[in-house]
């Protein structure tokens, strides 16, 4: 197994781009986490880039680590990123090697193969982490048959291998539990003092006829309800637990008995003619900051 001595000095970050990814709100959300707390838990893994930080930081050493999401291709691609980056390097030097809009069709083809689920895992690792590296903004959508159907990005020079990036994520996850799993389970491990930081895809701003028949996610209004209820489970329990959400009246009104907080993101807006524009979100909290 590959492992090195942390250098806190070089920090991390995450391995590949993730939609709805916390990098631009890390300055917010870090000071409004607990200044203490036993182990460390994010069942809305995405991209990680809470963990990262947070590991970058100094502030999980010594700590049990558990981290979760419920997409397996995403789960897998860690585990190896984790086990196995030498090998997993050098596959996507390959996929370097090949990169063209051709190569990029066939290779987002092959879960349209029978036999996909049998290719070695090492091997749907680094087409995860291709795809990610070359396909629109990062996104990962999948149509109803469960295929992925995102169309290739427009980048001059993606960086498919980026070597630095995956040895130092690999030594950010040595000490970290891995599971493909709903957030629900985080019920299974957490224990009173842990910190548990849920990131989950949030409620939408505007109702839409999307949100309440289908989402890409299928994270309906009952699964934010469910969310409540294990957010205050794991409360009960005497955990710290801290959620990002939208600001909006439902996620207002189910928390409303918990401190939240409201932090300002950049996001790209497509009502703003220049794209781009601030949007209040919320952090909600179940313990007081000192
Ligand atoms: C907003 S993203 C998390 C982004 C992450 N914090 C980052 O910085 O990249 C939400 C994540 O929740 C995952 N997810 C959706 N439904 C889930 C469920 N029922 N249980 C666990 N994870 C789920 C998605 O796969 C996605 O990675």
Known sequence: ????????????????????????????ILPLFPSEFENYHEPFLGGGAVFFELYSRGLLEDKNIFLSDI????????????????????????????????????TRSLDREVNFKKTPPIKRAARFIYLNKTCFNGLYRVNAKGYFNVPMGSYKNPNIADEEAIYRASEALQNATIKCQSFTDVLNDATSGDFVYFDPPYYPLTPTANFTSYNQDGFLEAEQIKLFEVFKELSDRGCKVAQSNSDTEFIKELYKAFDINIVMMNRFINSNKYGRGKVKETLIKNYDFV
């Open 1 to 28: 197994m590959y492992n090195i001595k942390p250098n806190f000095a070089k920090p991390c970050c995450p391995f590949i781009k993730w939609v709805g990814g916390k990098r631009g709100l890390l300055t917010q």
């Open 71 to 106: 997409n397996d291709e995403l789960i897998n691609a860690y585990l190896h990123v984790k086990e196995n980056p030498t090998k997993l390097i050098s596959e996507l030097k390959k996929y370097k090697q090949n990169h063209s809009k051709d190569f990029y069709y066939h």
